[in-house]
């Protein structure tokens, strides 16, 4: 199996940019598809982007698509969320997962088998 611990999060202004950290410890990071998702308050935690265990393949809900760029670094271990135009409605908890299954990614949350323990990204107006 593999631990999954997210950083990077914080207070940002509209328009800001932050990026986001996933180090995976554990088992072979490359073996898993991973994603982010994001869970406001009171809210369903919901997709917002995915890479291939190779990182040759992204995919991004229509949300942020064109803001954020999901990346990934299988030697260091690490996958990142590069958060640009920031907007008060990305604020929410950001976590990581990994699904052992499925090479490409998927945006089903029941697909995933481990997760982080989020990291807390809030966008001020």
């Known amino acids: 199996q593999v631990q999954l611990v997210e950083s990077g999060g914080g207070l940002v202004q509209t328009g800001g940019s932050l990026r986001l950290s996933c180090e995976a410890s554990?088992?072979?990071?490359?073996?898993?598809?991973m994603s982010w998702f994001r869970q406001a308050p009171g809210k369903d935690r919901l997709f917002v982007a995915t890479?291939?265990?190779?990182?040759?393949?992204?995919y991004y809900s229509d949300s942020v698509a064109g803001r954020f760029t999901i990346s990934r670094d299988n030697v260091k271990n690490v996958m990142y969320l590069q958060m640009t135009s920031l907007k008060p409605e990305d604020t929410a908890v950001y976590y990581c997962?990994?699904?052992?299954?499925?090479?490409?990614?998927?945006?089903?949350?029941?697909?995933?088998?481990?997760w982080g323990q989020g990291t807390q990204v809030t966008v001020s107006s």
């Open positions: 554990g088992r072979t990071f490359s073996s898993y598809a």
């Open positions: 890479i291939s265990r190779t990182g040759d393949s992204t």
């Open positions: 997962a990994a699904d052992s299954v499925g090479r490409s990614g998927t945006v089903l949350i029941d697909r995933y088998d481990f």
